[in-house]
Nanobody, 116 residues
Framework: QVQLVESGGGLVQAGGSLRLSCVVSGITFSVNTVGWYRQAPGKQRELVASISRFGPTTYVDSVRGRFTISRDNAKNTVYLEMNNLKPEDTAVYYC??????????WGQGTQVTVSS
């Protein structure tokens, strides 16, 4: 059974930082693309950042330069370092693993709230 377990969300003031973690089990982590999505109230879920099995990363324009995605294949973990957080970053953040089939697996989500 594939499981993705996120942690690290919380409440932070604008300009602050948070680090999200997602531990994956039940599937070969290192060969798949992993990423972070977010969904704010009343909005569609959007891709925030992703990192492929070979290391290349992608970011949505609104977070480029502030967020950094990384992965540790030895720990089956993907991270999202978020700096200079803004109120518009407030959302539920979801960890995602996409296989080459493709098939998507999701975590349960972690709330990030940025106060102004």
């Amino acid at each position: 059974q594939v499981q993705l377990v996120e942690s690290g969300g919380g409440l932070v003031q604008a300009g602050g930082s948070l680090r999200l973690s997602c531990v994956v089990s039940g599937i070969t982590f290192s060969v798949n693309t992993v990423g972070w999505y977010r969904q704010a109230p009343g909005k569609q879920r959007e891709l925030v950042a992703s990192i492929s099995r070979f290391g290349p990363t992608t970011y949505v324009d609104s977070v480029r330069g502030r967020f950094t995605i990384s992965r540790d294949n030895a720990k089956n973990t993907v991270y999202l370092e978020m700096n200079n957080l803004k109120p518009e970053d407030t959302a539920v953040y979801y960890c995602n693993l996409r296989t080459i089939r493709p098939r998507d697996y999701w975590g349960q989500g972690t709330q990030v709230t940025v106060s102004s």
